[in-house]
């Protein structure tokens, strides 16, 4: 491809998709590429048997104006839903609907993503994992290892993935200060586990269908079925999405799936215990999913980070470690290279 595009966008997550949008609502071409076989990163939903499971991000709230307005926007069109409100704050914080995606989180990114596919000037592809970028000229040069796609050239570029992994695609000549700070941001894993039960295990949840128990291995536990995101099948009466807590999943990453599922369902089982279900094992299909770079642990109060001229990060290390501080990094990133283009 001889083509040179505007922006190169690298990372189909929320931040990625969110910048596209903005870019191209702009006028501007935008390539973007994601490793992953579907758009969303770390918002993401995998069926599993006939059962689905939100696998990272559990919800999203909205308060900043332009991200309330996308997900409104992707309400009406049906890609997500009301999940609850949550109580009043000490602080006299108002009611905050927290929303889901209809069919799982990921129908969001997929909503975002859908929204920019007639566009002539936005290529997505997934499937394509980035592995340099260099300075060519007055232009940027992207290699991937996509057999079928050439390198890549643009004239902005914008790097959405967890710091760490952004920081690995850049040639030793971008070192610099601003690297520096970049390359001391870290990140807590999370380990987890998804779980089919054919009983459904009752006094574990609240209403909504989730909680957060008190152990120190688990931090959250949802049942997607009560959650509204999988429907109950004959042999999947919950389908539960448990989440280690930080410490866990820093002690156990480096383990094999199969003593991290031994290690998880014992937790999992006393947090159960009383509910007729024994072990996640015995109950039904069990899967996991790691999350190295699950959340950001500090994140900068800039909104994207500018590694060398029209060479941006963005993503939610910049503008809070949510599904809305991706978007407003995005959406804050992309307004920056518009910017610079004009003056
Ligand atoms: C377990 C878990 C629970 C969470 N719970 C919540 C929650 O309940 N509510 C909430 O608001 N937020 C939650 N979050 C956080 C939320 O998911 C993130 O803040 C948000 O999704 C980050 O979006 P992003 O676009 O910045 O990054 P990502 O979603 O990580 O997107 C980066 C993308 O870059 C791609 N990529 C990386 N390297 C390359 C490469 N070399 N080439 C091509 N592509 C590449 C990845 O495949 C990925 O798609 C949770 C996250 C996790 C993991």
Same mark, same amino acid.
């Given at each position: 491809m001889d083509a040179v595009w505007d922006v190169a966008i690298v990372g189909a #997550?929320?931040?990625?998709?969110s910048a596209a949008r903005e870019l191209r609502?702009?006028?501007?071409?935008?390539?973007? @590429?994601?490793?992953?076989?579907?758009? #969303?990163?770390?918002? =993401?939903?995998?069926?599993v048997g006939?059962?689905?499971?939100?696998?990272?991000?559990?919800?999203?709230?909205?308060?900043?104006?332009?991200?309330v307005a996308a997900v409104e926007a992707a309400h009406h069109d049906g890609a997500v839903a009301h999940w609850y409100d949550r109580?009043?704050?000490?602080? #006299?914080?108002?009611?905050?609907?927290?929303?889901?995606?209809?069919? #799982?989180?990921?129908? @969001?990114?997929r909503w975002l993503a859908d929204s920019l596919v007639d566009a002539d000037e936005v290529a997505i592809h997934t499937g394509v994992r980035v592995t340099s970028v260099a300075?060519?000229?007055?232009?940027?040069?992207?290699?991937?290892?996509?057999?079928?796609?050439?390198?890549?050239?643009?004239?902005?570029?914008l790097l959405t993935p967890p710091v760490p992994q952004a920081l690995e695609l850049l040639a030793p000549s971008f070192e610099s200060t601003a690297t520096a700070e970049l390359a001391e941001f870290t990140y807590h894993p999370c380990l987890a586990l998804l779980v089919g039960l054919s009983e459904f295990p009752v006094g574990v949840f609240n209403e909504h269908g989730f909680r957060r128990p008190d152990s120190p291995a688990i931090e959250w536990i949802a049942d997607n079925v009560t959650k509204g995101v999988s429907t109950a099948a004959e042999d999947v009466a919950a389908a539960l999405t448990v989440h280690s807590s930080a410490t866990f999943a820093v002690e156990h990453l480096s383990h094999d799936d199969s003593s991290v599922i031994d290690a998880m369902s014992d937790a999992?089982?006393?947090?159960? =215990?009383?509910?007729?279900?024994?072990?996640?094992?015995?109950?039904g299909r069990v899967q996991l999913k790691r999350w190295r770079y699950a959340r950001p642990v500090e994140f900068c109060a800039d909104r994207y980070a500018e590694v060398a001229p029209r060479l941006l990060m963005a993503g939610d290390t910049f503008a809070g470690p949510r599904v809305e501080g991706a978007f407003l990094s995005g959406l804050n990133a992309a307004r920056r290279l518009i910017a610079e283009a004009v003056s």
């Open positions: #997550g929320v931040a990625g998709l609502h702009a006028g501007r071409s935008v390539l973007v @590429l994601d490793k992953g076989s579907r758009v #969303g990163g770390r918002v =993401s939903t995998r069926a006939g059962a689905r499971f939100d696998t990272g991000a559990q919800f999203f709230t909205a308060l900043a104006p332009e991200f109580a009043p704050r000490r602080d #006299g914080h108002r009611n905050l609907a927290v929303w889901r995606g209809a069919d #799982g989180n990921a129908a @969001l990114p300075q060519d000229g007055g232009r940027y040069r992207l290699t991937a290892d996509a057999p079928d796609l050439p390198d890549v050239h643009a004239r902005s570029v999992l089982r006393s947090v159960m =215990s009383g509910t007729g279900i024994r072990d996640s094992r015995d109950a």
